[in-house]
Structure formats: structure tokens, C-alpha cells
């Protein structure tokens, strides 16, 4: 068979909250290494590279989009291009805008669309299976692909299949979907044989979706093409159009297309896999002791069992003793303890939180910005202490502020630090003073990132206190940073 150039398409402008305290809306689990050093986001992209696949397409948000070159680039990564949604409109409009998109610059593209926040250690049997679905797709076929069911699971969804899995694993034709079902259903679906879990990855040639769209779905088509048409290039990033994109429907692919069209197939795949839907998977994914406990960071057990500890933050220890099946995550500025059983209602505590107006809600302690990050190290009435790291050759903007001065302290590295018309280096150890409404701008001229320590005072603290003169990354003065 004829090798076929694939182009990867992620999905990771989700916010996920049922791994809260750690994914948040400002950094949601796609970004966070869950599972050993990389992040999820990192393992999906690295898990479509390869012999036979085009640099991988990435939609995201506007507020992610310099998270996503960043890990991309951690990993060697150059990514063929990074659309910009103007804002979420579930997983039908992004993926049709993908198409679109990929079909303009190759007729015969064919997509592999994947969620990027699943665990799929095998990236070779995840390979293998893609290629198996590739004569399903010369067909005129839309591919999707399922998991072998390990147990009747309530949390996911399920294929039904025109009949079991053959041996080979060949696709099979695809009868239709069903929703998340109660234990007893799941447990005679996972009986019957002929059930996968939707793992909600899809391969197909971009003119057989638009397609599929034409006949399906044609009131989510005419917006996303206008959104594409009217798409600016931004820093290396393709915007769409925010106005017709806003008159897109809040649709899911599988809604919107899948379970209407006719020409549709799906290849089991009995590797592991995991969509980290909650605590629990975590704990059943990552390397459990004797007791089927597991730790991470500064995290101790003591005669626990079927237990999840993990602490996230430097210099906290955390410890359980004699805890069984129980979640315990602890974070600088958040603790979450909770029975295992309850791992799906954690998004409950969010909605809890957000009711309360609490930063820890939505707000990831460190917070990204397209030069580094930041994190607040003490906050009180008129004063507010910051460590800040500055990536290599980064530069925030050039800024002043109506209600804060501001004092910084290098401590590794060398800051190129503008304060009105005066422009000096300062190195570790050595400080500088910046007064209420001087313009400013610290930039990183090294080639290691350059740390230090910013203290705040005034009357106003927030980050929307900035008046913005330039900016290299192209933000508008209501952005922060």
C-alpha cells in the first residue's frame, strides 16, 4: 500500500477540572507532566512524529498559544501550524477548521485528529493502528478509534461495532454511539464483545469531512469558513475570525457528524490507554507500590493502601498514614483530600470555589507568560513580592504603571532593565528601582533563563495596571504580563 502522508491534528484548548488542584483554566492538565517528565501535551505530539507524518496542526487558544510552542519546542518539535480559536466552540468547529485549512493546501490530506491530554505509553502499537485504519480511509471512510474494554468503565463512552474484533485488528464498520452507561449496561456491553470506549481520536481525508459537514452539519460549515477566510497571521499564529467563529454552533464532532454520517468505521486497539479523566486514573496509570499506592514529589505513605499522594509543590511535605483509597494532592496554594469513589466530583469543589470568587478556582499559581513566568510569593495590603523567570533572549513589554512602583533583585542570571531613558545590565545580587510611572522593561540578553525577585508597592496591585508602549509578542493593552 501506498505510504500516505498524515497530518497530526491536536486538540488542547480544553480546561479540564476534574484533576484540580493541579489543571486549572489557566493551566489545564494538557500542560502539566502528569505522567514522568513530560507533559501530556508533549507525549501526544511526540506520539504523531515520525516517517509518514506532516508536522503536527495545533488548535488551542489565544491564552495558550505560547504555552504551545514553548513545550513544543522542549521537545524538538516544529509545529506546521497553530490555529487560533477566538473562543472554545467544542470539538466539531475546530476539527471542520482544521480540515478546511489542511484541504486548501493539500486535496488529498488525510488528518489524524487527537485529543492532547490522553496517556498512550505505546507509541509504536498506537502507530501501528493508525496505519491499519489507512484502507478504511482510502475507502471514503471516517475512521475513529476504540479501545478494547479492560472492565465495564461508567465514565466513558462506547462504539458499537457491526461485529467483534477480528484478531488483526482490521476496522471494523461502526453501527453507532452510546452514551456513558450505568454498570449494569456497561457490564453486558463489555460481555457482548462487539464494544469499545470511544477513545475520541479520528482519521479521515479532509474532503470526506467537509463533506460529511455538507450533508450533516452544514450550519456549523458556513461560519467556519468565514472564520477561515477571514484568519490573520499573528507572530507565527493563524487567527481566526472572531465574529462569524462566534456564530459557529457549540457542537462536538461526534454529535454534529459522527453519529449521522453512514460512512463511518472504527480500529480497536487493545494498547494501554487512559484519558486522566480524574485522580482515580492517575493512580491507576502511574507506578503503584505494593499496597496499590502512589506517590509523587514530596509525598510519603504510611500503611496506606489504594491510595494517590502527591505533592506539587518545592519544599511541602506531604504525608498520609494509614489512609485507604483516598486522594490527597497538595499544591501552594490548594489541598485537595477526597475518597477515591468521589473522584468524579471534584469539579464540584471548583464550582464551590468559583461561587466563593476564589482565585484557586480557575488561577494556576505560576503564571505563563510568552517571555517566562511568574509567581507571587507574598501578597498583602500595598505590597506584593513576585518571583519571575525570563526564558533566553525574552523581554517583557515596554510598560509603566499608574499605582505600583516596583524593586528588582536579580538572583541568576543578567537582566537588561530600561527605566525611562536610562538602559543598564544587572547582574546576581545587584538591584534596580523602578518608580511609580517610569516607563520599563526587563529583557533576558543571556542564553540561561534570568531570575528575580520583584516587590510591589501601592495603592494597586493587579496585573491590569499596565499601559503598554511595545510589546514583540503583539498584545493589546487589556493583556497582562
Given at each position: 500500500m501506498e505510504v500516505r502522508l498524515i497530518y497530526p491534528t491536536i486538540l488542547c484548548g480544553g480546561s479540564g477540572t476534574r484533576l484540580w488542584p493541579l489543571s486549572r483554566k489557566s493551566y489545564p492538565k494538557q500542560f502539566v507532566p502528569l505522567l514522568g517528565e513530560e507533559t501530556l501535551f508533549q507525549a501526544s505530539a511526540r506520539r504523531l512524529t515520525g516517517a509518514g507524518?506532516?508536522?503536527?496542526?495545533?488548535?488551542?487558544?489565544?491564552?495558550?498559544?505560547?504555552?504551545?510552542?514553548?513545550?513544543?519546542?522542549?521537545?524538538?518539535?516544529?509545529?506546521?501550524?497553530?490555529?487560533?480559536?477566538?473562543?472554545?466552540?467544542?470539538?466539531?468547529?475546530?476539527?471542520?477548521?482544521?480540515?478546511?485549512?489542511?484541504?486548501?493546501?493539500?486535496?488529498?490530506?488525510?488528518?489524524?485528529?487527537?485529543?492532547?491530554d490522553h496517556a498512550i505509553p505505546d507509541a509504536a502499537a498506537f502507530q501501528a493502528a493508525v496505519q491499519r485504519g489507512l484502507a478504511a480511509v482510502d475507502q471514503g471512510q471516517i475512521v475513529t478509534f476504540g479501545i478494547t474494554p479492560t472492565r465495564p468503565e461508567?465514565?466513558?463512552?462506547?462504539?458499537?461495532?457491526?461485529?467483534?474484533?477480528?484478531?488483526?485488528?482490521?476496522?471494523?464498520?461502526?453501527?453507532?454511539?452510546?452514551?456513558?452507561?450505568?454498570?449494569?449496561?456497561?457490564?453486558?456491553?463489555?460481555?457482548?464483545?462487539?464494544?469499545?470506549?470511544?477513545?475520541?481520536?479520528?482519521?479521515?481525508?479532509?474532503?470526506?469531512?467537509?463533506?460529511?459537514?455538507?450533508?450533516?452539519?452544514?450550519?456549523?460549515?458556513?461560519?467556519?469558513?468565514?472564520?477561515?477566510?477571514?484568519?490573520?497571521?499573528?507572530?507565527?499564529?493563524?487567527?481566526?475570525?472572531?465574529?462569524?467563529?462566534?456564530?459557529?454552533?457549540?457542537?462536538?464532532?461526534?454529535?454534529?457528524?459522527?453519529e449521522r454520517a453512514a460512512n463511518l468505521s472504527a480500529v480497536p486497539f487493545s494498547g494501554a490507554w487512559s484519558d486522566l479523566g480524574g485522580w482515580d486514573a492517575v493512580r491507576a496509570a502511574g507506578p503503584e507500590d505494593a499496597t496499590g499506592t502512589v506517590t509523587s514529589g514530596a509525598a510519603t505513605a504510611i500503611d496506606c493502601t489504594a491510595s494517590l499522594l502527591r505533592s506539587e509543590s518545592e519544599g511541602l511535605e506531604l504525608v498520609g498514614i494509614g489512609l485507604d483509597n483516598i486522594i490527597a494532592v497538595a499544591t501552594n496554594d490548594a489541598v485537595l483530600v477526597a475518597d477515591m469513589s468521589r473522584a468524579q466530583d471534584v469539579k464540584k469543589a471548583v464550582e464551590a470555589l468559583k461561587a466563593r470568587k476564589a482565585p484557586q478556582a480557575v488561577q494556576f499559581p505560576k503564571d505563563h507568560r510568552?517571555?517566562?513566568?511568574?509567581?507571587?510569593?507574598?501578597?498583602?495590603?500595598?505590597?506584593?513580592?513576585?518571583?519571575?523567570?525570563?526564558?533566553?533572549?525574552?523581554?517583557?513589554?515596554?510598560?509603566?504603571?499608574?499605582?505600583?512602583?516596583?524593586?528588582?533583585?536579580?538572583?541568576?542570571?543578567?537582566?537588561?532593565?530600561?527605566?525611562?531613558?536610562?538602559?543598564?545590565?544587572?547582574?546576581?545580587n545587584q538591584s534596580v528601582y523602578v518608580p511609580l510611572g517610569a516607563i520599563h522593561r526587563?529583557?533576558?540578553p543571556g542564553k540561561v533563563p534570568m531570575v528575580l525577585i520583584e516587590v510591589q508597592t501601592g495603592s494597586y496591585l493587579g496585573e491590569d495596571d499596565i499601559i503598554r508602549y511595545d510589546d514583540v509578542y503583539a498584545r493589546g493593552q487589556g493583556a497582562k504580563g
Open positions: 507524518y506532516a508536522a503536527p496542526v495545533v488548535l488551542t487558544n489565544s491564552d495558550f498559544r505560547f504555552i504551545v510552542t514553548e513545550q513544543l519546542a522542549a521537545v524538538g518539535i516544529d509545529p506546521g501550524a497553530i490555529l487560533i480559536e477566538p473562543e472554545g466552540r467544542n470539538t466539531a468547529p475546530a476539527v471542520l477548521a482544521a480540515a478546511l485549512h489542511l484541504h486548501a493546501i493539500d486535496a488529498e490530506a488525510v488528518l489524524l485528529v487527537a485529543p492532547s461508567t465514565g466513558y463512552g462506547y462504539l458499537e461495532l457491526a461485529h467483534a474484533p477480528e484478531a488483526s485488528e482490521a476496522p471494523v464498520a461502526l453501527t453507532r454511539f452510546v452514551e456513558k452507561p450505568d454498570l449494569a449496561r456497561a457490564e453486558e456491553m463489555v460481555a457482548a464483545g462487539s464494544f469499545l470506549w470511544n477513545a475520541g481520536i479520528f482519521l479521515f481525508r479532509a474532503a470526506d469531512m467537509i463533506a460529511a459537514f455538507e450533508a450533516h452539519a452544514p450550519e456549523v460549515l458556513a461560519p467556519v469558513r468565514a472564520a477561515l477566510a477571514g484568519a490573520q497571521t499573528d507572530l507565527g499564529f493563524l487567527r481566526l475570525a472572531p465574529e462569524p467563529w462566534g456564530l459557529a454552533p457549540e457542537i462536538s464532532l461526534d454529535y454534529a457528524v459522527m510568552p517571555w517566562g513566568w511568574f509567581e507571587t510569593l507574598a501578597l498583602a495590603d500595598r505590597f506584593q513580592v513576585k518571583r519571575i523567570v525570563v526564558h533566553p533572549g525574552a523581554a517583557l513589554s515596554l510598560q509603566s504603571h499608574h499605582h505600583r512602583s516596583e524593586h528588582w533583585i536579580v538572583v541568576q542570571g543578567t537582566a537588561k532593565v530600561t527605566v525611562d531613558e536610562t538602559v543598564q545590565l544587572v547582574t546576581e526587563m529583557e533576558n
